[in-house]
Structures are given as structure tokens and as C-alpha cells.
């Protein structure tokens, strides 16, 4: 069973809370999202395990069980190009559940016109994979989010 913890800290909208519906409709897969307080920060991995894919905008974060969890920090940043971001590790780094993995600010990226919510999502998750899904409330950096078995 893997906890995946939140990367950020704010509050929980849930993923039909994101605005693109790409992610609303959960086609990438299940999960939640997070309205993230605004100011700088660091996202934080979510589990432990290798990064397999490092954009400034988004990673995926593989275990060891090959559950591999994707955050999306803001919606189109990917336009960015990787402006307003910065990344404290490399593709194909180990790394820890709750280590910082990228430098952002939500504040910026929403004065940029753009939604800073953060998605959270269990690539590749089966029906009823899992469980104690957040979907509401506040969260600190580093709660549990969902558990993924």
C-alpha cells in the first residue's frame, strides 16, 4: 500500500475542482487536487521512489511497488516553459517522501493569468485502487492525501 502525501499545503478542491477537464474528468487518472497557498515554496515528492519524469511544471514520482504518481503544479504552466520554476533534483533521482523536488510560486503563476492548482494523480490507478481519497479541507505540506493498493 503507498501513502501519497501532499506536495503542497492549502486547500483540497479535489480534482473535479481543476480547472481543465482533461484532469477534472480524472482521463489521467484518479487522484485529487490541491488550490495551493499562495507565495514561494517547494512542491515536495509525494512518495518514495525514482523520478521518472521531471518537467519544471510537473513529475512523476515512481515506488516501489510501480505506483507511479504524477503532480501537476498549475494548469498550463507547461506554456512557461519553465519560467518561475526551479528544479532540486534530476530525472532519475531516489528520492523521499516529503524531500522538496521543485521551487515554484503560486502567487506568480496566478498573476500570470494562470491556475496554480495542483493535481495529484495515480497514473495507471485501477477502479477502486484507492482509498481515504481528500477531497475537501485544508492540508499541510506532507499529509496523506490517498492511499494507493
Request: glycine residues 14%; negative net charge; contains cysteine.
Amino acid at each position: 500500500m503507498t501513502r501519497v502525501l501532499s506536495p503542497v499545503a492549502g486547500r483540497v478542491v479535489g480534482l473535479a475542482g481543476v480547472p481543465d477537464p482533461v484532469f477534472a474528468q480524472a482521463m489521467v487518472g484518479p487522484g485529487t487536487a490541491v488550490d495551493p497557498e499562495r507565495g514561494p515554496g517547494h512542491a515536495l515528492a509525494p512518495v518514495t521512489g525514482k523520478i521518472v519524469k521531471l518537467h519544471p511544471h510537473a513529475y512523476v514520482v515512481v515506488d516501489d511497488e510501480g505506483h507511479g504518481v504524477l503532480v501537476h503544479l498549475g494548469i498550463d504552466t507547461v506554456k512557461l516553459k519553465g519560467e518561475g520554476f526551479e528544479l532540486l533534483v534530476s530525472e532519475g533521482d531516489a528520492v523521499t517522501a516529503g524531500q522538496p523536488l521543485v521551487g515554484w510560486n503560486p502567487a506568480a503563476i496566478e498573476a500570470g493569468g494562470r491556475s496554480p492548482i495542483c493535481a495529484v494523480v495515480a497514473l495507471d490507478a485501477g477502479d477502486g485502487a484507492l482509498s481515504d481519497v481528500v477531497e475537501s479541507g485544508e492540508v499541510t505540506r506532507g499529509a496523506e492525501l490517498f492511499t494507493w493498493s
